[in-house]
């Protein structure tokens, strides 16, 4: 089977993990605040706090703006259920915003008009949380132009997207957001088996995100509110939980770090011997704006003929290729259409479910695995 998505994992990533596992943390040592720096000097953010998923990343995220019940997060319906559940861990309603059409990122003029709507209503977001899909940047200045006019936060879901370029900046460099969030579960760019990290520029959100990812608990005595009674003293000031990144996870993050622009440069390349190889054939791809370089995580084909689907699916699967579909519309999902969503509420968004596959694409893909992808699509169509 070829995976639509794969790890690279090298002799350096295995010592770095035995040496941490014969060190004297497992936990809470040097490795992640270490990880956490090489995050903040790749994309130029002035923090990073590294957690045990990006799904955890984006929960502490929305507690460090406030999200809270009575509130409003608004994404898109074209992502990982992730980006929508966050806002509910954190008791808020969640809305979508439809799409573009070509890219399936949040639509601008989408939200700006559904923005219109909710301010007659008075039911504006407190939170909106774009998704990078195949890491290509969305229309950040636009989102951010919005956010200034309308008043709320951005948190910018970057899982697919460290080691892309949006405008000269790095994704994850906050430049149009308040928090960006990366995800290092192996299909993505870098792993660490499991983890994510939030990246902002804001101290206060950081300092919120650190109390949150480890019980609410500090240990700075400058923090304490009652008397520091000693040198095992802690205080709780917040309900936080348990997401905290472990040594092994941050020093595998660390090592990978060093691959990260050939692993994007890779994938870059592939990218291009598909466009070359397949633009004769009755499908658009799903391109980077042009003010953009992506990190390419996906390579999702939009087919002119949605009939054809399915069987093209089927196809690919039956002779080992594991193509996939990214994303099925979250508000179609069973537990969305129970909180009232329906189909038809955000068209853009399941037409473009329906005529899209993601194409296998990571930097273990041998150019022989390549041939055969392109050589049974020719012969499909
Ligand atoms: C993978 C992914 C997540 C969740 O990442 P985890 O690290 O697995 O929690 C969230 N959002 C998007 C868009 C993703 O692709």
Redesign the pocket.
């Known amino acids: 089977m070829i995976p639509y998505g794969k790890q690279q994992i090298n002799q350096d990533d295995i010592d770095a993990v035995v040496e941490v596992l014969r060190s004297d943390f497992l936990t809470q040592g040097p490795k992640v605040p270490a990880f956490e720096q090489a995050i903040m000097d790749y994309t130029g953010a002035q923090y990073a706090v590294a957690v045990n998923?990006?799904?955890s990343a984006?929960h502490v995220a929305a507690l460090a703006l406030g999200v809270t019940a009575g509130d409003y997060v608004w994404t898109t319906p074209i992502?990982?259920v992730?980006?929508a559940n966050c806002a509910l861990y954190c008791g808020a309603k969640v809305d979508f915003v439809d799409v573009d059409a070509t890219t399936g990122n949040m639509c601008p003029s989408a939200l700006q008009a559904k923005l219109e709507t909710a301010k007659a209503q008075g039911c504006l977001p407190k939170v909106v949380i774009p998704?990078h899909l195949c890491g290509h940047s969305c229309d950040m200045a636009a989102i951010a132009a919005l956010a200034s006019e309308y008043g709320f936060y951005v948190i910018e879901?970057a899982?697919?997207g460290i080691g892309g370029i949006h405008q000269g900046n790095k994704l994850g460099s906050c430049r149009y957001s308040d928090i960006s969030v990366f995800?290092?579960?192996p299909v993505?760019i870098i792993t660490s088996a499991?983890g994510?990290v939030a990246t902002t520029n804001n101290a206060d959100l950081a300092a919120q995100m650190e109390l949150y990812r480890s019980h609410g608990i500090t240990k700075e005595s400058h923090k304490m509110r009652r008397p520091d009674e000693g040198d095992w003293y802690y205080e709780q000031h917040a309900l936080g939980f348990n997401y905290r990144m472990n040594e092994m996870q941050a020093a595998l993050g660390l090592s990978q770090m060093k691959r990260l622009d050939y692993f994007v440069l890779k994938r870059n390349k592939l990218a291009e011997l598909y466009r070359k190889k397949l633009n004769h054939l009755p499908f658009s791809w799903v391109d980077p704006l042009c003010d953009s370089q992506s990190a390419r995580h996906l390579e999702i084909i939009r087919l002119d003929d949605i009939s054809i689907r399915k069987q093209l699916f089927n196809e690919m699967r039956t002779v080992g290729i594991q193509v996939h579909v990214h994303y099925f519309p979250v508000h179609l999902q069973p537990y969305y259409l129970n909180k009232g969503f329906r189909a038809g509420q955000f068209p853009v968004a399941e037409d473009f479910y329906r005529r899209i596959l993601s194409l296998p694409l990571h930097p273990e893909l041998t150019a022989e695995q390549q041939a055969t992808i392109v050589e049974t699509l020719v012969t499909f169509f």
Request: charged residues 15%.
């Open positions: 998923s990006a799904t984006l992502t990982f992730a980006s998704v879901d899982s697919h995800s290092f579960h993505k499991e994510g």
